[in-house]
């Protein structure tokens, strides 16, 4: 087993390092091509502190002053990479949204370091999101993609996973989603859809067969806006399955979770 | 005589630094670095920060050992990729599969057998939300400094057993050490926590994933 061991790791490795072989030349042929966009401000504070990383427990390790020009490298979350020159040097370092704000274009005008806020919803093309809950006692997991036609209705495609006790399954679904008023904070919604339904019994349980129903299903939700491009999701589903039985099944779900817009 | 080989020697050496400009050049390095920033114009045009190269996702592979309940303690390869909402927060979405070994049952009747060959390949997936904890610089001796942070992990996901699917909730605390801008390492130690009814009366059970990994930042 420790030999096993060895030989992932040892695989691991050498996928690594190929893969880091490869990703060096193609880095460069990629800056080639595109020249990555590295724009240069200049600070209009009497100071701004450059960290050692992108986060605040990294150390300030300098200080540009007012009047030098920075060029910006790249972002990560709400931190600039910045390389500021210094005498015949340059320092590198990672600089807070907050303090980049007080920084100029070569032309002296101020630069949109860009708020995503509320009003951005309405103007949104995609959403995506991931939710757990309840579907008749079991317990579900679902993700989904929305794609918006305008600032009202969204088509959507849904996958979830069912997981029981006794059984399991997969559902896959299409739904539109109706948002009356996107531009409130808590926004309601109605969906209705229609999809598929696989229900796998589990090994333990004697005798039962997999099957696959159609479903058929309408609900209603709320967003909840949290800041940024986050929202909180909330939803309540009646599900009726078109089974081949002599009576349909009603299901219903209860879920919750968190999407983003873009 | 002798000022005629000093001359040559003399010659030579100056023929030898014309011919190799790059040698006396390159003593200081640091001007040559400079060069295309110094020739480079300015970009006179308005800043577009969503243009800017956004590296927010993070990708990687991890190896390890996960000991499932009753089943024994084997390898588990796996993928992850994370997303970093703010410098606190991030989602993370992972995969990984194990083998179960043989429970004492199995090994002490000899013979019957509870699982078939295809039911001992478990794996898993699971979304979940970290919180990088504490952050910050860590010290190996007196010169070296690493960036990185302890980060704590909670999701849900499912788990294929013994060939069925079941609800898994998993929670966990790793460290990632950021080698550069865009690699990291990783320590995971995990819990995975499912019901089961397999071994005949309904149990929670605890497994306990320990893996390395590597990520890459995009």
Known sequence: MVG??????????TLALVGLFLSIPAQARLLDIFQKYQ??????????EMHTGPGRGYPIFYVAGQG???EILKQRTDWFKVRVPRGQHFKEGWVHVNQMRHTLDLEGNEIDFGEIVLGDFARRRWE????????GGAASITGYLGYALNEHITLQLEATQILGNFSDGLMGSANI???PFPQWRVSPYFTIG????ETKPHTTIVQAEDRTDEIVHAGIGANVYLSDRFILRMEYKRHTVLTSRDDNQEIDQWKAGFSVFF | MESRIQRIFLVLAVGAAWVSPGAFAATDPNELELEPLVVREPERRKVDVDKLDKENFEFGVLAGLMSVEDFGTNTVVGARVAYHVTEDFFVEGQYGRTTLGETSFERLSGGAQILTDD????????VSVGYNIFPGESFLGRGLAFKGGLYVV???????FGGDDLFTINAGVGYRLIATDWLAFHIDVRDHVFETDLLGSRETKHNIEFSGGLTLFF
């Open chain 1, 4 to 13: 096993e061991l060895i030989g992932y790791v040892g695989k691991g490795l």
């Open chain 1, 68 to 70: 030098d020009r920075i």
């Open chain 1, 39 to 48: 724009p240069e401000v200049v600070v209009s504070d009497p100071y701004i």
């Open chain 2, 119 to 126: 039911e001992r390949d478990m794996t898993y997936y699971n």
């Open chain 2, 154 to 160: 909670a999701g849900v996901g499912g788990t294929n």
């Open chain 1, 177 to 179: 989603v109706m948002y």
């Open chain 1, 194 to 197: 229609t999809g598929m339904i």
């Open chain 1, 128 to 135: 995506m999101g991931l939710n757990g809950g309840d579907f």
